[in-house]
T-cell receptor, first 121, second 111 residues
Framework: EPEVTQTPSHQVTQMGQEVILRCVPI?????FYWYRQILGQKVEFLVS??????SEKSEIFDDQFSVERPDGSNFTLKIRSTKLEDSAMYFC????WGSGRFYLRDTGELFFGEGSRLTVL | DQQVKQNSPSLSVQEGRISILNCDYT??????FLWYKKYPAEGPTFLIS?????DKNEDGRFTVFLNKSAKHLSLHIVPSQPGDSAVYFC??????????FGAGTRLTVKP
């Protein structure tokens, strides 16, 4: 079964450093998302991406954050200068339309990766 | 912004009994509702969904009920099994392709 893959699974960085989290969405999907979950808290929407541009972003997604789909397969989240409060599990997700169960409005489901844990020291 | 609320952070039930997880939402533009299940160290996985044109959707042991006037939905699991122990997230979307999640409810099913 197709799946979303994320790398790295865990990254430890110093405050102020730049971090890039990588995601390979499911190949026929068109919508891409980043969510994060601070330990013990809810899953929070960060940003959605469609047709090579951001379609919506939350108030969390400030100027320190950026997303890119550089080569048609990877979808990256960059944090320019990490802060302690950026420590969280970051989940990439994708959805799209096509045949059968991947059609968003039929099932509405997002397919999530296993997450990248970011620890900022 | 708390557009999707799950007011019970945890729920414990006995194996074989019914588990009822609740979710409330505030945004009347939401027209599609989903439940996701999450095990530790894994990403959320889709469980069941319901469109706003329905008030009930059933899939095996899982049933989701939607009360639009109350802006409330619930997930029923019957009979509950120990393998159902996980965190359950309610999510909602409307119009666009974004999805807002609740804070989650940790379900523990005791053998």
């Amino acid at each position: 079964e197709p799946e979303v893959t994320q790398t790295p699974s865990h990254q430890v960085t110093q405050m102020g450093q730049e971090v890039i989290l990588r995601c390979v969405p499911i190949s026929n999907h068109l919508y891409f998302y980043w969510y994060r979950q601070i330990l013990g808290q809810k899953v929070e929407f960060l940003v959605s991406f469609y047709n090579n541009e951001i379609s919506e972003k939350s108030e969390i997604f400030d100027d320190q954050f950026s997303v890119e789909r550089p080569d048609g397969s990877n979808f990256t989240l960059k944090i320019r200068s990490t802060k302690l409060e950026d420590s969280a599990m970051y989940f990439c997700a994708s959805s799209g339309w096509g045949s059968g169960r991947f059609y968003l409005r039929d099932t509405g489901e997002l397919f999530f990766g296993e997450g990248s844990r970011l620890t900022v020291l | 912004d708390q557009q999707v609320k799950q007011n019970s952070p945890s729920l414990s039930v006995q194996e074989g009994r019914i588990s009822i997880l609740n979710c409330d939402y505030t945004n009347s533009m939401f027209d599609y509702f989903l439940w996701y299940k999450k095990y530790p160290a894994e990403g959320p996985t889709f469980l069941i969904s319901i469109s706003s044109i329905k008030d009930k959707n059933e899939d095996g042991r899982f049933t989701v009920f939607l009360n639009k006037s109350a802006k409330h939905l619930s997930l029923h699991i019957v009979p509950s099994q120990p393998g159902d122990s996980a965190v359950y997230f309610c999510a909602a979307s409307g119009g666009n392709n974004d999805m807002r999640f609740g804070a989650g409810t940790r379900l523990t099913v005791k053998p």
